[in-house]
């Protein structure tokens, strides 16, 4: 007995044995993907198209060992399957692939157009139930193909996906689009009164394209004065300085967030463009930094970019006689970033009137913002929300008609304008002839 | 499952313990009675060196030396070992005294039936004498260098302190250097450490308790403790346990922890030993009992609890927030030493999702085409390090460096460039190496580098949740130990706030009022309350301003 007790630890450990390495699969026998893109296509018995960007690590921190072996080229490589369900196909795409799909390290997924006027349900369920798939992914709508987007060629970043990474976090210094983690666009379905969005990936025509059509459009601009409408192009051409050299053996596309993608309920409904997105982004309290151009008002003609830094949105349901309205109090805060005239705008008087001429252009971005919701009936703000927590008896009598009712809401806004600090430089530097 | 383990091996280790003594024992009493029987009655000085010799044999290092008294009265002889003794003592305070002719004073009156009281009165002048009530026990004390003057006709033995030999200087510890702090090590001569202890704690009540334990080796114990100071209880239990030793060899305090300790089958180390002089004063004025053997520089401190490895002596010298952040440093290491490769193994081939994604493409692009799965590497790796480990300990310093060299960068560079191992491989075992030997205390250390390895292999087969089911065993299992009556882990159980923020933080001397609460010291308090002595009141303005106005003087000339 005493001698069976002393070999009982050791019987019972070939036990643990017994389990052999369960769920081990070493760090080398993954394919890592860290975007995928779902396509639809409708009208096929297999509609869905999943491709997904597997990363070759030694590719892309290859550094100084010879063994793996550094031959260049893209670090990514594409793998698509097809099949009647997201999950079909992904074990379509996974027929190709010579190692394990490895989902946790995903960090986008873009959907083609067709996907979201489709639905979100099946998308949104399968990231949820997959153990692998992160609620923190980044959801993107791509007008055409999603997967033509990861077929592009990587710029600045080791691969494609870093791109499309670093586009959206660039996005909050741009306030041109609003990334989406996916738990926010799950809160936002079951949330009543309140519609997702998500940012627009796109492919836009190279500058090598453009900058011709600039030049033909030059002469015309020089005889009128130029037009509010393109400045939100701004970042676009400020890249252009930085890739002429380069021009002729860029790639004939090139990718660009910018906008917004709306939907009702868990469809997509329609676009806002850039500077529509700003005027949401206004509404939804969520602006963070981008630069204004307003008018001088003591020189006509001449512009002031004042570079936003800030924004507080106080949104208040109001209701009266059974009629709906609110009142949106925006309260904008930003620095002087550059002016055309020679005026010097550091005083008080002065502040004041540029702080109404920025009250005035925000207001104007977000009646556009709110035009473009209103036609869409797409209440991505969460105007409906907002009216359920405030008053949910009035909410509550609308009931399921509140997307109906939202196109014809009344909103009063309110915008008073800031400006903080006008830069390094207070008075402008007087050029002596 | 390791506790039942242990419960078991605890049985076992009662069952191979015989209650008696063992066989070699009686032979030897009775033949000691024999002995004493045939030569005893008689006493006559030729029959007891007969006796000597038959009991040492013809050792070339024994002496005896028959002479007559001055008066030629009485024959005597001194018996002694050469190399333990100082020949000069024995020369010049008792062979020469009795030989002298002119015997003086009470001296003069020396015959057969006062010798031994003269003799130890008034003729010899030895400072440290005993007197051995037969030969058994004062050939004890030759045997450890004392001097035995045999008499003519006397049962009775004088026996003289003259032990001296070749022994190590008191030199730095090789194995405990410090920055800042004394540089005295104990040595192989455990007088020479009673004297360290003496000198740092002149204490009516330090005492020195004597004990021998080995059979053959008869080697001498001390406890060491404040009477005062140190609880009864601990100090009954140190004594009762030393005093059960039953072996025929004790060559190193080692042994002695062995037969003490409290979980005999334990991976930790459940005693702390210290070649520091200061470290064990300090452990005695906290109320423990310090344990020094002879021929060893270790001694070893009771009770111990976990925390003690993690703390240095420097601690204690350096300003408190340097004791304070390197403690945390090494508690951190600790764990690093502890789980580091296991955890690194876990993750990286069942929790790839837990690394951030740059992380884990760096991780696996330096493993594609690795052949091993990761614990294999991982073993691979670990188990090489402790073979270069090794090869240096025991390899004289000068070819240490060229194992290290050759073992460390020339192999591991190559197993790199072959692509036999991960370089994050050879990062995780190297950093886990350098963790090792940032804890003090070497037990302790080379417990958790043990540990390690089941951990590993835990990782291996069944990820994170194996490393945390081993985790926790241990966990149980120190919870389990004590050390004599203190538990391993306390002041983490059972401990006041006050003993905790000591552990981890040491606080300024100043500050630290009581010994620790779980030594149930009889004298709880160092000191009487929070002193610190400030700046008497206007001392600093007075000095600045007898300043400023010397200046402003001189401005006005």
């Known amino acids: ?37 779902i396509d639809y296509l409708p009208g096929r018995r297999a509609p869905y198209i999943v491709t997904l960007a597997v990363i070759r690590p030694a590719a892309v921190a290859g550094g100084g060992d010879a063994a793996a072996g550094g031959e260049g080229g893209s670090p990514t490589r594409l793998f698509t399957g097809v099949g009647a369900t997201i999950d079909l196909a992904l074990a379509r795409a996974g027929f190709n692939i010579s190692r394990r799909i490895f989902l946790s390290h995903n960090e986008v997924v873009l959907l083609g157009e067709e996907t979201a006027r489709h639905g979100l349900h099946h998308i949104t369920d399968f990231i949820i139930r997959n153990p692998e798939m992160r609620l923190t992914n980044l959801l993107l709508v791509v007008p055409g193909m999603a ?79 130029g037009g509010s409408g393109q400045e939100g192009k701004n970042g676009g051409g400020g890249q252009g300085g930085g890739e002429s050299g380069s021009a002729e053996a860029a790639p004939q596309t090139e990718l660009t967030l910018a906008g917004t993608a709306a939907f009702c309920g868990d469809r997509l409904a329609g676009y806002l463009n850039e500077i529509e997105t700003r005027g949401f982004l206004w509404l939804a309290g ?140 207070s008075r402008p530097v007087r050029i002596i002839r | 499952m390791n506790n039942a383990f242990l419960a078991l091996a605890r049985k076992l280790g009662k069952k191979i313990k015989p209650p008696g003594k063992f066989s070699g024992g009686k032979e030897e009493k009775k033949r000691e009675e024999k002995v004493r029987e045939k030569y005893d009655p008689g006493g006559s000085l030729r029959e007891r060196l007969d006796q000597v010799k038959e009991r040492l044999g013809e050792s070339s290092d024994v002496v005896v030396r028959q002479f007559a008294s001055g008066n030629g009265r009485v024959r005597v002889a001194v018996v002694f070992i050469d190399g ?46 005993w007197v051995a009530p037969d030969l058994t026990q004062a050939l004890k004390r030759v045997l450890s260098g004392d001097t035995a003057l045999l008499i003519d006709g006397e049962i009775k033995i004088l026996v003289f302190g003259t032990r001296f030999w070749q022994g190590r200087m008191v030199d ?135 925390f003690q490895f993690i703390q240095a002596s420097e601690d204690y010298y350096e300003r408190p927030f340097v004791g304070f952040a390197l403690r945390l440093l090494r508690l951190f290491v600790l764990n690093v030493a502890l789980m580091f490769p296991a955890i690194y193994v876990a993750v990286v081939s069942f929790h790839q999702e837990m690394l951030p994604t740059p992380l884990l493409l760096s991780i696996a692009a330096t493993r594609e085409g690795v052949p091993f799965p990761a614990v294999g590497e991982a073993l691979l790796m670990e188990g090489t390090f402790e073979v270069l480990r090794e090869a240096g300990v025991r390899l004289p310093k000068t070819v240490g460096q060229a194992i290290s060299i050759v073992g460390g960068l020339i192999v591991g560079d190559a197993a790199i460039r072959a692509g036999i191992v991960s370089p994050a491989m050879v990062i ?74 000591k552990t981890f933080a040491r606080p300024p001397w100043w500050m630290s009022i009581k010994r620790p609460r779980l030594l149930a010291t009889s004298d709880p308090r160092r000191q009487s309350a929070t002193v610190h002595t400030r700046p008497a009141p206007g001392y600093e303005r007075e000095l600045f301003h007898d300043a400023a106005e010397d200046n402003s003087d001189a401005g006005k000339r």
Not at chain 2, 259 to 271: L, N, V
Not at chain 2, 478 to 495: E, I, M
């Open chain 2, 84 to 129: 333990l003794v100082d020949k000069k003592i024995i020369h010049d305070h008792i062979i020469r005294p009795i030989q002298s002719e002119r015997l003086t004073g009470k001296a003069s009156e020396l015959n057969r039936s006062n010798a031994l009281e003269t003799l130890q009165q008034h003729l010899t002048s030895g400072g440290e004498l």
């Open chain 2, 428 to 501: 995780v075992v190297s950093a886990t190496a350098i963790s090792t030997f940032a804890i003090p205390a070497f037990n302790a250390s080379i417990a958790l580098r043990l540990l390690r390895f089941p951990l590993l292999i835990l990782a291996g087969i069944m990820g994170l949740y194996g490393v945390i089911f081993g985790l926790l065993i241990m966990l149980l299992h120190l919870a389990s130990l004590q050390s004599f009556g203190v538990p391993y882990l306390s002041p983490l159980v059972h401990g006041t706030y006050d003993d905790i923020m």
């Open chain 1, 147 to 225: 997967h033509e987007i990861l077929a592009q060629g990587e710029r600045l970043e080791a691969g494609i996906t870093d791109e499309i990474i670093g586009l959206l976090e660039q996005s909050r210094e741009t306030s041109e689009a609003h990334p989406q983690e996916t738990f926010l666009v799950l809160r936002r379905l079951s949330t009543p009164g309140f519609d997702p969005h998500m940012p627009v990936l796109k492919l836009g025509p190279h500058l090598s394209r453009v900058i011709p059509e600039f030049e033909r459009e030059k002469r015309e601009l020089q005889e009128r004065a």
């Open chain 1, 1 to 37: 007995m005493g001698r069976l007790r002393f070999l009982l630890p050791f019987l019972l450990f070939p036990l643990l044995l017994l389990s052999g390495c369960w769920s081990r699969v070493e760090i080398n026998k993954l394919a890592i993907v860290k975007a995928i893109a």
């Open chain 2, 172 to 306: 730095e510890p090789a194995t405990e250097a410090a920055v800042r702090g004394p540089r005295e090590g104990f040595t192989e001569t455990i007088r020479v450490n009673t004297s360290l202890l003496r000198r740092r704690i002149h204490h009516e009540k330090l005492r020195f308790e004597t004990m021998k334990a080995g059979r053959r080796t008869g080697t001498d114990i001390m406890l060491v403790y404040i009477d005062d100071v140190v609880n009864r209880r601990v100090l009954e239990e140190v004594r009762r346990r030393v005093a059960a030793i039953d072996t025929d060899s004790i060559l190193e305090s080692g042994y002695i922890e062995e037969f003490i300790e409290d979980s005999p089958w334990s991976m930790f180390p459940q005693i702390e030993h210290t070649e520091r002089a200061d470290k064990a004063a300090a452990a005695i004025l906290e109320g423990r009992v310090v344990i020094l053997t002879d021929n060893t520089p270790f001694a070893l401190i009771v009770p111990t609890s976990f």
């Open chain 1, 286 to 425: 969520e602006m963070r930094a981008a630069i204004i151009t307003i008018s001088d008002p003591q020189a006509p003609g001449e512009k002031i970019n004042i570079l936003i830094t800030g924004n507080i949105t106080k949104i208040k349901p109001m209701v009266k006689e059974g009629r709906i309205s609110f009142r949106v109090e925006i309260a904008a805060e930003g620095d002087l970033a550059s002016q055309g005239s020679h005026t010097n705008l550091a005083t008080p008087e002065k502040i004041s009137g540029l702080n109404s001429a920025l009250a005035g252009a925000v207001k104007a971005e977000t009646k556009k913002a709110l035009a473009k919701m209103q036609e869409l009936g797409t209440d991505i703000v969460g105007f409906g929300a907002i009216l359920n927590r405030g008053n949910h008896k009035a909410f509550k009598a609308i009931g399921d008609r509140w997307p109906e009712v939202f196109r014809e809401i009344k909103v009063d806004i309110h915008v008073t304008a800031n400006i903080r600090r006008t830069g390094q430089l």
